[in-house]
């Protein structure tokens, strides 16, 4: 690995004034492997042309790495890059900053909780991409990605096991008064770093809330949930555990409000919580009304 390192802080100038040498000889060794140096500066010189400034947008820190993303003037392009201890870098993604304002503005019409106990750990959240994955896809483009986080890291000993993350066998409750109108159970719990393409949302329970609003609770642990179709279920209410069914590399809950019960086809919301918060990534949460 490079012994180079710069501070973080400094990286949109350096990117900016084109000192791609110098950013370079500060990225670790495995991306330099992956990544030749003269790719780099072809690719950063093409994607810097027209680019006046760039300014820090979000920053977080999670299991031993200072995340940044940095967006141009015209919030056009983004740059997200992840710094280890020793401010060298570990990762660095180049992208259009895409937004969509126009359902970004649109919250959901019922006010809904976090469907959890305790503190939580936003992994993917937001209103772009960078720091929200599921941004590109439009049947969840506001969902939520939420683990349990102890010391900067979501898991305890040896990765492998599933036990040993905090999030897992914790209990997921109904974000809001409803009918549970769909759900499936049954699914295995991964061990860590294996996933189920083909059954994405694992083990999931869709409840159906006023104003034709459905919320989907994914990845619950096998044989966990605690529902039925058809029943009423009160907001607060347990339906189920965390788990790691489904297309996850970690235990954790995705999250999400839909505009239809077709997981596949309906269209995201963006939602509107009960304690007037717009979590995002890097955020801790709780569920203010049961702590």
Known sequence: MSDSFINP??????????????????????????????????????????VQSYQVEFKKAFQSLDQYIWVDDQKERGIAVSFNQSNQIQGLLIKPYIT?????????????????????????????EFINYHYAYEHMRYAYDLVKVQDGMSFKGDPTQIENFYAFNEEISAPADGKVINLIDGL????????????????????????????????????????????????????????????????????????????????SLRIRFKDGVEPIQGDTISNTLRG
């Open 9 to 50: 802080e400094q990286f949109g100038t350096l990117f900016q004034s084109g000192s791609f040498e110098e950013i370079y000889r500060c990225m670790s060794s495995d991306f330099q492997e992956f990544l030749p140096l003269e790719e780099f500066i072809t690719v950063a010189s093409s994607f810097n042309e027209g």
């Open 100 to 128: 969509y304002p126009d359902t970004d503005n649109q919250l959901t019409k019922n006010a809904y909780s976090m469907p959890i106990s305790g503190e939580w750990f936003v992994f993917w959240g937001g209103t772009n």
């Open 188 to 267: 295995v719990d991964h061990t860590p770093g294996e996933m189920d393409a083909v059954n994405a949302a694992g083990n999931y329970v869709v409840i159906e809330h006023a104003n034709k609003e459905y919320s989907l609770l994914a990845h619950l642990k096998k044989n966990s949930i605690q529902v039925e179709i058809g029943e009423l279920v009160k907001e607060g209410q347990c339906i189920g555990m965390c788990g790691n069914s489904g297309n996850t590399s970690e235990p954790h809950l995705h999250f999400q409000v839909m505009d239809s019960p077709d997981l596949n086809n309906a269209k």
